[in-house]
């Protein structure tokens, strides 16, 4: 498993808007600006987390995006889906990288990475967007 820049910049501009939670949209331009990112790069992102459900944008001269939930409601394991795919370790019954029937009696790592991706899936699943600081 590996965090690619569409998870790690998809967090950063979602951490934004969760700072700016009810004051309003915020501009793409605005936090390209503040976090050093590519305006092209973050719309790409944000047509992602809308299509999740997670943003939703405002036009206009005041318009830019904001969250759909409050802060303490969208988990960092829904937005690194919407941006990632599914977060699997490699060999893990979740994973399309196990080598099939083969491998699932026999893996030696099959049992623990199992149990690292549980692990890893509670914790995406309960730390939120308020938690991020």
Known sequence: MKLSTKGRYGLMAMHRLAQNYGKGPL???????DENLSEAYLEQLFSLLKKAKLVTSI???KGGYTLTKSPEEIKIGSILNALEG?????CSSKSS????EDCMGSCATKSILDNLQ???????DSVTL????
């Open 27 to 33: 501009a793409v331009r605005e936090i390209a600006r």
């Open 59 to 61: 036009r206009g001269a």
């Open 86 to 90: 599914d977060i699997a370790l490699s």
């Open 97 to 100: 990288e196990c080598r099939g």
């Open 118 to 124: 549980a692990k890893l899936d509670g914790v995406l």
């Open 130 to 133: 308020a938690d991020m600081e």
